[in-house]
C-alpha cells in the first residue's frame, strides 16, 4: 500500500504533462498564390514531422503546437506576420519562409526578440548573413536549403563541365529572390572566365516571354539558366517553341516546382536543377516519407518534394534542439542548434553537427545532386546520385565545389 502514493504521483503527472501547454511554433509560407506548390509543400512536411513527434510523447513532454499563417509570397505581409506571431502568438522559434524576399523583410524581428528563425526554402545567400560578427553577437537565422552560392556552382557546373556550353543566357525574374540569384550565377561564371551573352529580367505574372527570348536567341546563346518560380518559368519554356528555338534549360531548384513542369506541359522536359531531395524511395527513410505524404494528402506527385523534406527535416532538428536546451528560451535553443550533440536521421540526410556558431547553413556542397525532368517527373539526372544521401561534411560550408556537384 506504500506504493500507492508513488503510483497516484507518477499518474499525475502524466495526466499534467497531457495537458501541459504546448510549445507554439510558427509556420509562414505562401499558401495560395504562385509560390504555393513551395509553401503547401513544406507545409505539410512540417505537419507530418510534428504529428510523429507529438505521437512520440512530445518535446519535453509537450506537444507541438504549429502557428500557421499564409504570407502570399508578400514581403510587407511577411514581415507583418512575424511581428504578430512573435508578439501576439509568443512562439518560441519560427519555422518557414519559402521567398528570399520574405526571409529577408522578417528576419530582423526574429533576431530582434532573439527567437530562432529555421528558414527551410528560401535559398538566397544573404538570409542567413544579416547579422554576423561582429556587428552582431548572436544571429538567430539558420537555414536548412541548399543556398544560391551552391546552387549557382552548380548550375555553371552542369552547363560548362558538364554540357561544355559556353554561350549563355540568364532569365531572372525581378524579385530579390531572382536577382539575388543573378549575381550569384554571374560570379559563378566569371569564375570561370565567362560572362553571359545576355540577361534578362522578368517579373512575376509575366505570361509573354517573347521579346527576352528573341534578344536571347539573336544573341546566339546556347543555353538559358533560369531563376524564377514556376509559372514564369514555364513561359520561358513554352515561349520557345513560339520563337522557333530551343536550347537547354538550366536553373535553380524551383524548376522541380509542380506548376513549372504541368504548365510547361512537353516543354519542360529535359530542364535541369539541383536538388536537395528527389521523390524516389532510395532509401527506407524516404520511401516511408514519400508513402506517409501520399497517403496523408492524398496524391501522387508531391507538388514540390525538396520543400516538402526540408519541411519535414527542419522540424525534427527544431525540436532536437529544444530537447537538448531542456528549454523553449530562444537563446538557448539557438545555443543547441550550434552545437546539436545527436545525429539527426532526416529524408535528405543524416545531420551531424548540422550547424555551427559560424556556419548555420545545414545543407554543404557534397548534399544536392542534379534533377531533370522526364515524362512529367524530376528524377536523378545521373543515376550514380541514386545511391543514397551523404552525411553533411563537417566544416564544409557552403563553399562551391572545384568539381562538378553531384559527383559523390
Do not use: C
Not at 29 to 54: K, Q, Y
Not at 233 to 257: D, H, K, N
Request: proline share 6%; glycine share 8%; hydrophobic share 40%.
Amino acid at each position: 500500500m506504500k506504493f500507492l502514493p508513488v503510483l497516484a504521483l507518477a499518474a499525475g503527472l502524466f495526466s499534467a504533462s497531457l495537458h501541459a501547454e504546448p510549445i507554439r511554433i510558427g509556420l509562414t509560407g505562401p499558401f495560395t498564390g504562385g509560390s504555393s506548390p513551395m509553401g503547401i509543400s513544406m507545409r505539410d512536411g512540417v505537419r507530418l514531422a510534428a504529428a510523429e513527434i507529438n505521437a512520440a510523447g512530445g518535446v519535453l513532454g509537450r506537444r507541438i503546437l504549429l502557428i500557421e499563417r499564409d504570407d502570399e509570397a508578400r514581403n510587407d505581409l511577411g514581415a507583418r506576420i512575424a511581428r504578430e506571431i512573435i508578439h501576439k502568438q509568443k512562439i518560441v522559434a519560427g519555422l518557414g519562409n519559402v521567398n528570399t524576399g520574405v526571409a529577408l523583410a522578417s528576419a530582423k524581428f526574429y533576431q530582434d526578440a532573439r527567437i530562432p528563425l529555421l528558414t527551410n526554402v528560401a535559398t538566397g545567400t544573404l538570409v542567413t548573413k544579416q547579422f554576423l560578427p561582429p556587428r552582431h553577437a548572436e544571429n538567430y537565422i539558420f537555414r536548412l536549403a541548399a543556398n544560391d552560392t551552391i546552387q549557382a556552382a552548380m548550375i555553371v557546373n552542369e552547363a560548362v563541365d558538364r554540357l561544355k556550353i559556353i554561350r549563355l543566357a540568364i532569365f531572372a525574374d525581378a524579385t530579390h529572390y531572382g536577382q539575388l540569384g543573378r549575381e550569384d550565377l554571374e560570379q559563378a561564371l566569371a569564375a570561370k572566365g565567362i560572362k553571359p551573352v545576355t540577361v534578362q529580367k522578368f517579373n512575376i505574372r509575366d505570361t509573354d516571354m517573347t521579346r527576352q527570348l528573341q534578344e536571347a536567341k539573336r544573341t546566339r546563346a546556347h543555353a538559358i539558366l533560369t531563376y524564377g518560380i514556376g509559372p514564369e518559368l514555364a513561359q520561358i519554356a513554352v515561349g520557345m517553341e513560339r520563337v522557333g528555338w530551343r536550347v537547354p534549360l538550366i536553373g535553380s531548384w524551383t524548376l522541380s516546382m509542380s506548376n513549372f513542369i504541368d504548365n510547361a506541359g512537353p516543354h519542360a522536359e529535359g530542364a535541369r536543377m539541383p536538388q536537395t531531395f528527389i521523390q524516389d524511395p532510395n532509401t527506407p527513410k524516404r520511401r516511408a516519407f514519400i508513402e506517409t505524404y501520399q497517403n496523408r494528402y492524398r496524391v501522387d506527385r508531391i507538388p514540390s518534394p525538396v520543400s516538402a523534406a526540408q519541411g519535414y527535416d527542419s522540424m525534427h532538428l527544431l525540436a532536437a534542439a529544444i530537447e537538448q536546451a531542456g528549454s523553449t528560451d530562444g537563446p538557448k535553443i539557438r545555443a543547441a542548434l550550434e552545437n546539436l550533440k545527436d545525429r539527426i536521421e532526416g529524408v535528405i540526410t543524416t545531420y551531424d553537427h548540422p550547424y555551427s556558431a559560424d556556419d548555420h547553413e545545414a545543407i554543404s556542397v557534397n548534399i544536392p545532386v542534379m534533377g531533370v525532368v522526364k515524362d512529367g517527373r524530376v528524377v536523378y539526372a545521373y543515376e550514380e546520385d541514386r545511391a543514397g544521401p551523404p552525411v553533411r561534411l563537417k566544416g564544409a560550408g557552403t563553399k562551391p565545389a572545384s568539381a562538378p556537384p553531384g559527383a559523390h
